[in-house]
Each structure stands twice: as C-alpha cells, then as structure tokens.
C-alpha cells in the first residue's frame, strides 16, 4: 500500500508539468515549485521541531543566509548557514521548552534590522543575480539559472532533486545514530544524558541540519526569484507554513511535511486564481482555511493525518472468509 | 585494591537545608552495595552528586581513579556509571527496543551493531517479547526493567539503581532481585541500590550504608546493620530503640 501510494506520487510529481509546458502554461510549475520549497524547509524543520522536539520558530534566519549568500553557490552557501547556526544555536541550548522557542524568534527579530541595513549583503536595496546565457541545458541546471518559456519547469526540476536529496539524507539521518539520539532528547533530556548523550552537542547538530535544509532552499528561492531583498527572504512566512505543513501532515515523521505541503500550500494558489475577481479577492481568505484546518487536525488528530489508519482503510478487501467452527 | 567509587566528604546543600554532610563512602569492585536510610535522608541526593547531575558543594568524588566531582552527566556514563531513576524515565514515545538502542550506541556508532546488542539485553531482562511496545504503555515493572536494559546497554562497570523495586508487586520484587543478582554474577557488575524496603536489600546486599537526615550513620555488612542502634531509631523512633 505504502509503496503503491508511493510509486503514484513519484510518477505523478515527475510528469504533471509536462503536458502543461506542451501546452504552453507555467502558473502549475510554478505551484509545484513551491509545494516542493515548502516541502522541503518541512522535512528541515521537523529535524529540530519533530525528532529533537525543539520548537524553533526562527529557522527562517537560515533561509535568508542562504539567499543571501547563493552568490556563493550551494555548497558554500550552505556551509555557512550551518556555521551561523551552529555559532548561534550552541548558547541557546541551555534553554528548554517555551524558552528556546522565545530565543529563536529574539535573533530571527535581530536579523531584520541586521538585514536590512547590512550594505555587504544587500541592505535595503537588496541583491540582484544578473542572469547569464547558457549553452546547455546541463549548464542552466548546475549553476540553478534558466529563463525564458522553460523558466518556470527549470526550476521545479531543481526543486524536485533538491527535494528529493533532502528526503533521502532525511530518511539516513531518522535511521543513524542523530535520529535515535535526537528523539530521546525529545522523549527525556535527562534520561538522554544518563546514557552518555551530549544533548547540547546534539541540540546544535539538530538545529544545524535544520539550517542546512533553509539555506539550501534560499539558494534555490534567491536564484528563482533573481533578487534578495531581507524582508523578503526573513519573512515569517518560511517558518510558518513548514512547521503548519509538519504539524498537518504528521510531527516526527519523516513524510509528514511532504503531505502537508501538498495539501496546504496548492489551497492559497487556488484561493488566489478562483477568488482572484470575486468580492472575496485578497481578504485572506487561504489564511482562514488554513486556520480551520490546524483547528480540526488540533482537535480530532493532533498527531498529524499520516498517524491515521491509512492501512486499514486501503488495504486490498480479501474474500470473506467463513468464521472457524466453534 | 582501589576502590571503583569513592566519595570523599561530599556535602550538598539547597539553601538552608543539609541534604549529604561530608558523606564518604566507598564501593569496591564486584560488590553489591544496598544504601537504604528514610524518605528524605539524601540518597537521591548522593546518586545524582555520583552521576553529575549535582554536583556537591564540597568534597570530591572519584570513580576508577579520575575525578568525577564536576564532570557532566554524559562523560561519567561513558567512564562506565549508569543509573536508574526513582520515577521511571523511560523514553515513551519510543519502542523498548530503541531505548535500549539508544544506550548501546554510546559504545558505538553502528545502528545495526546497537540493535543486536539491545536485542540480547532485552532477552536477559525478559523483555524480548515487548521490544515493539512504545515504552509508555509497558506496566511499571517493564519500564523498570527497560531503564535497567537501556543502562546496561551503556556497558557499565558500576550501575545505580534507584529504587528500581518501588512499587512493585511481591512477585515482581523477587523477580526484580533476581535481576539484580543476574546482572551482578552474570554480566559481573558492580551494584549499588537504593531502597527503603529493608527485606529487599537486606538478603541483597553484601554491605549495607545507612542514610539519615543526611548523614551517614552506618556502613557495614547487613547482619550487622540490622542490630546497629542508630539505624533502629531512624527507622524505628528513638523510644523503641530505647527499650
């Protein structure tokens, strides 16, 4: 069943834009473009929110590193958000519970005004990424740039292999020494540090990889969007609707995120085109849906949609077989 | 031969109240150790001055040698000390046998290497047929013994346990004695428990010390503690010791 529903998923998620591009449209690319981003911070965030059970409300700072520095390309990019985090993260592992969480949205506040006055990366005037010609289409997809018609299917390929490598290190990382060590800092701190585990040490290694996910996403934005503007790439925004797409589709687990990305984040762009001329246009009315739905899963399933019986529900009806005799 | 634990005058104090005064005490190796004294007389306190969750205002703690009397919780399990708590603390979330996994990964970096360890330990505590239960849903005797499988797991050569018989039915206190007794011939451990049920530590314990508002008022074998004056009025009320 699992494997089935898999299987559907992946061919799905590789050859729905490609009827659309022959047809000429690129708005669905472009949702899935960010069904994939937001699917992807999810699986980041669920690393320190899910399994390390940290509630970090200011993963965004991460993001915004990485656009800001994509200039540098992925790789370095990455490696210095895991540096800031690891630098910014380490004194805040002496707090546990509402006061880590209050202490990732205090620096993720530092890093506005840091943003938006910093002239070395952008300031208020923000970065842009000049566009190049490429030769190839092997040239455009390594150094993440494409334009023109294919633009919009450029970048959802990009999203779709950075998506699905992150979900692959994700699934080592849940099955490696981290996933075990970072769930029993969840599950009891102390315990954890009686059986020889540096929950400082691992708290950082948790958030770091977290950060790692944002920065590598704020690359893929920063190129997407060819500009970086601070407000832009800090806002609240990046944080929330993961850590709403983890809590829908399943806290600590490891395609959680992926559900709830897909199900939330298509609900605002269909809100926006079908109420696009109505009189409900621009009233917010996705951040009500979205409001409702964390309601109702809060309420009825607080563990997220994937902890329901799915199995049970799908499994192949087997011909009835007669009661044994008594 | 050097002692494996030595505790040299600890003190610890939480504002005004002496919780350990200038406890020493020793545990040699191979030795089963009972440290038994009323509600509230410091042997929570000492333990966790032992592990490094306190650490003790004054006086030094020395395990195998290197001093121990700062050091963090996590270093001195990986110098060969694990413990049991007196209110479980299980990892709930996970099954028995990840928490077990997760102890045995302090010995290695190897998940698979871990699992067959934790494997094995559940065997030994009987656990094996629960490894896939989430611990919170284990009876109070399982998440007992889980605590005790998930510290062996550490590779201990001196394991603390808690009042890991509280609590406990008569049936499941004698198994757990036999446990107990298990660890230490079998897997050749040393032991120290806290309790303050004398029928279990008593025929337990090779040596017998004696906490009261704090102070050690006896160290020595069980036969003789049982006679010892200061601990039949602690226990007893200075009157009945009087008569």
Not at chain 1, 160 to 188: C, H, N, P, Q, W
Not at chain 1, 205 to 234: C, D, H, K, M, N
Not at chain 2, 1 to 29: C, H, Y
Not at chain 2, 98 to 104: M, R
Request: hydrophobic share 50%.
């Amino acid at each position: 069943m699992g494997r089935l529903a898999l299987a559907v998923g992946v061919v799905a998620a590789i050859v729905y834009p490609i009827p659309l591009q022959l047809q000429g449209t690129t708005y669905y690319q472009t949702v899935g473009f960010l069904v994939l981003i937001n699917a992807m911070l999810g699986l980041g965030w669920n690393v320190i929110g899910g399994w390390a059970g940290q509630f970090d409300f200011g993963p965004q700072v991460f993001f915004g590193v990485g656009a800001s520095t994509a200039w540098l390309g992925l790789p370095a990019a990455v490696a210095v958000a895991v540096v800031v985090c690891a630098l910014l993260t380490y004194p805040l592992t002496r707090l546990r519970g509402h006061y880590f969480a209050i202490a990732t949205v205090a620096i993720w506040m530092i890093a506005q005004p840091i943003g938006a006055t910093w002239e070395f990366i952008g300031g208020s005037q923000g970065l842009f990424i000049p566009v190049k010609a490429r030769a190839s289409v092997a040239a455009s997809a390594l150094s993440l740039q494409f334009s023109g018609p294919t633009k919009a299917l450029g970048y959802y390929y990009s999203a779709l292999a950075l998506f699905a490598l992150t979900l692959a290190l994700m699934a080592l990382v849940e099955r490696s020494k981290l996933g075990y060590y970072f769930r029993a800092i969840r599950d009891d701190q102390e315990a954890a540090e009686g059986i020889g585990i540096d929950s400082r040490l691992y708290k950082v290694l948790a958030r770091s990889i977290t950060a790692a996910v944002f920065a590598a996403a704020g690359v893929l934005y920063a190129f997407w969007a060819l500009s970086v503007f601070p407000e832009q790439v800090l806002e609240l925004n990046w944080s929330t609707l993961p850590i709403m797409a983890t809590v829908v589709g399943g806290i600590g687990r490891l395609w959680g995120p992926v559900l709830g990305a897909v199900i939330l984040i298509p609900i605002a762009q269909i809100m926006s085109t079908t109420l696009g001329t109505g009189p409900l246009a621009g009233r917010g009315i996705d951040l009500i849906v979205y409001g409702l739905i964390i309601v109702l899963i809060a309420a009825f399933r607080p563990t997220g949609l994937l902890s329901l019986p799915w199995g049970r529900w799908f499994r192949r009806r087997r011909p009835a077989t007669p009661a044994p005799a008594p | 031969m050097a002692p494996l634990l030595s505790v040299e005058a600890a003190t610890k104090r939480f504002g005004g109240l002496l919780a350990n005064k200038e406890i020493s005490l020793a545990i040699e190796p191979g030795e089963i150790v009972g440290l038994i004294g009323p509600n509230g007389a410091g042997k929570t306190t000492l333990f966790n001055c032992i592990t490094g969750y306190m650490h003790p205002d004054e006086g030094r703690i020395a395990f195998d040698g290197a001093d121990i009397t700062h050091t963090r919780p996590e270093r001195i399990c990986g110098l060969g000390v694990a413990r049991t708590w007196q209110v479980v603390r299980a990892f709930g979330r996970m099954t028995a046998l990840d928490n077990v996994i997760c102890g045995a990964l302090e010995r290695t970096n190897r998940v698979a290497e871990a699992r067959a360890r934790a494997v094995d330990l559940l065997d030994f505590t009987e656990l094996g047929a629960r490894k896939h239960v989430a611990a919170a849903n284990l009876t109070l005797a399982d998440k007992k013994r889980l605590e005790i499988a998930r510290a062996l797991a550490t590779r201990p050569r001196l394991l603390l346990l808690d009042e890991a018989m509280s609590g406990l039915t008569p049936r499941e206190t004698a198994a757990a004695v036999q446990l107990v007794r298990r660890i230490h011939e079998e897997l050749g451990v040393t032991i120290c428990v806290v309790e303050h049920v004398m029928e279990v530590v008593m025929p337990l314990s090779h040596r017998v010390v004696v906490l009261d508002y704090g102070v050690k008022i006896a160290d020595g074998r069980p036969h003789d503690i049982v006679r010892d004056e200061l601990v039949i009025s602690a226990y007893l009320g200075a009157r009945r010791a009087a008569r």
